[in-house]
């Protein structure tokens, strides 16, 4: 039957041909690390920076941008997902006699806070709305004093740097919000 095995045989390039526009797709949607243009952005660190001086703890305390991550969501949003440490340490001088003959430093404490922040980033106002705050080992409580941020929006100056080209749906045309 020789129709029966064209059938299949199309059947069957069908089926690569979906599991390849799929692939494409799954590509397509993956997350893009941003990491080092948000770190070439000084105005972008300041503010982490900023941000670090009104909660962070201790003498010697600074923030650390981990990673960042965004991913089209369609109709110019993209959501993105970022990780930041936060250093509180707090670091005392000891005269000389009470720490040692030449005198020294004492640390009084010394923990770090990461925090896991995600929003929805609209690309032609260039506006941030946090989404969620999550907090690995926090023993200040930052939490309760961050809990405040989300629902809020923030202006991103200059966001179009950061972001890849958006992806064209499968059809060619542009994706349509979820």
């Not at 009104?54 to 959501?79: K, S």
């Not at 009470?98 to 009084?108: K, Y």
């Not at 922040?117 to 961050?146: H, I, K, N």
């Amino acid at each position: 039957m020789p129709g029966r095995a064209g059938t299949r045989r199309t059947e069957g390039g069908l089926v690569a041909l979906a599991a390849l526009v799929a692939s494409a797709v799954a590509a397509a949607a993956e997350p893009v690390d941003v990491t080092a243009a948000v770190r070439g952005r000084p105005d972008l660190l300041a503010a982490l920076e900023r941000g670090c001086a009104q909660v962070c703890q201790g003498n010697r305390r600074e923030a650390r941008l981990e990673r960042v991550t965004v991913l089209p969501l369609g109709g110019g949003r993209w959501r993105v997902e970022g990780l930041a440490s936060l250093r509180n340490r707090h670091v005392q001088s000891v005269p000389a006699g009470l720490g040692g003959l030449l005198g020294g430093s004492l640390t009084l404490f010394d923990h770090t806070v990461r925090v896991r922040g995600r929003g929805t980033l609209d690309r032609r106002s260039c506006e941030l709305v946090v989404e969620a705050v999550d907090f690995d080992r926090d023993p200040l409580g930052l939490a309760r004093v961050l809990a405040g941020e989300v629902g809020r929006r923030h202006a991103v100056p200059r966001c179009d740097e950061l972001l890849p080209a958006e992806p064209a749906s499968p059809g060619g045309r542009p994706r349509s919000r979820p």
